[in-house]
């Protein structure tokens, strides 16, 4: 979905989303190798996590459970009101994450990926909200590579490795990291 851009967001959406940055072509990682956590906002005074947004039934679904929560979309699609209700506030919170990343980094394309952007409801809301809320909406895509998103960019992140190695040029910049 990105092979035509040089500034990208890519979500990983899901019960711990995480975002990734390619700035200029190249991956963002951050000071600290930390850059795109946002699984981690609801540390920062957001007391609701993503696993109590998506519960029907008051508890907070198990984080890893990821049948529950395909169970509760599914409810969702079948007119269920209460996994309605859990999947909008699991959308809107997703929305939110998604537009403090668009606002920070002025993407030209947001690709949302893994397993919750699958589920029915997702993209649309998405690209809705980032138009009421970023100043330049970028475009929005789903991802092609589904759940294997995480296995293939660390392996397109080890060939780049290898292959600024193979083809450094002796005392260049590149050479010298």
Same mark, same amino acid.
């Given at each position: 979905?990105?092979?035509?851009?040089?500034?990208?967001?890519?979500?990983?959406?899901?019960?711990?989303? %995480?975002?990734? +940055?390619?700035?200029? %072509?190249? $991956?963002?990682? %951050?000071?600290? *190798?930390?850059? %795109? !956590?946002?699984?981690?906002?609801?540390?920062?005074?957001? !007391?609701?996590?993503?696993?109590?947004? $998506?519960?029907?039934?008051?508890?907070?679904?198990?984080?890893? =459970?990821?049948?529950?929560?395909?169970?509760?979309?599914?409810?969702?699609? !079948?007119? =269920?009101?209460?996994?309605?209700?859990?999947?909008?506030?699991?959308? #809107?919170? $997703?929305?939110?994450?998604?537009?403090?990343?668009? /606002?920070?980094? =002025?993407?030209? @394309?947001?690709?949302?990926?893994?397993?919750?952007?699958?589920?029915?409801?997702?993209? !649309?809301?998405?690209? #809705?909200?980032?138009?009421?809320?970023? @100043?330049?909406?970028?475009?929005?895509?789903?991802?092609? @590579? *589904?759940?294997?998103?995480? +296995?293939?960019?660390?392996?397109? /992140?080890?060939?780049?490795?290898?292959?600024? #190695?193979?083809?450094?040029?002796? *005392?260049?910049?590149?050479?010298?990291?």
């Amino acid at each position: 979905a990105a092979t035509d851009t040089d500034d990208v967001v890519f979500v990983l959406a899901g019960l711990s989303p %995480g975002a990734g +940055s390619l700035i200029g %072509g190249r $991956l963002h990682r %951050g000071y600290g *190798g930390a850059a %795109g !956590e946002i699984g981690a906002l609801h540390l920062l005074g957001r !007391e609701v996590t993503p696993e109590t947004l $998506l519960s029907t039934t008051g508890e907070p679904l198990h984080p890893l =459970d990821e049948q529950a929560v395909a169970d509760v979309f599914a409810h969702a699609r !079948e007119g =269920d009101e209460r996994a309605q209700a859990a999947v909008e506030r699991f959308i #809107q919170r $997703l929305v939110h994450d998604v537009a403090a990343l668009v /606002l920070a980094l =002025d993407p030209e @394309l947001v690709v949302v990926g893994g397993w919750a952007a699958g589920l029915d409801g997702v993209l !649309e809301p998405l690209h #809705q909200e980032l138009e009421r809320y970023c @100043l330049r909406p970028p475009r929005v895509a789903l991802s092609m @590579l *589904g759940e294997a998103v995480v +296995s293939t960019g660390a392996l397109r /992140l080890a060939l780049d490795h290898v292959e600024e #190695q193979l083809f450094a040029v002796e *005392g260049t910049v590149t050479a010298a990291r």
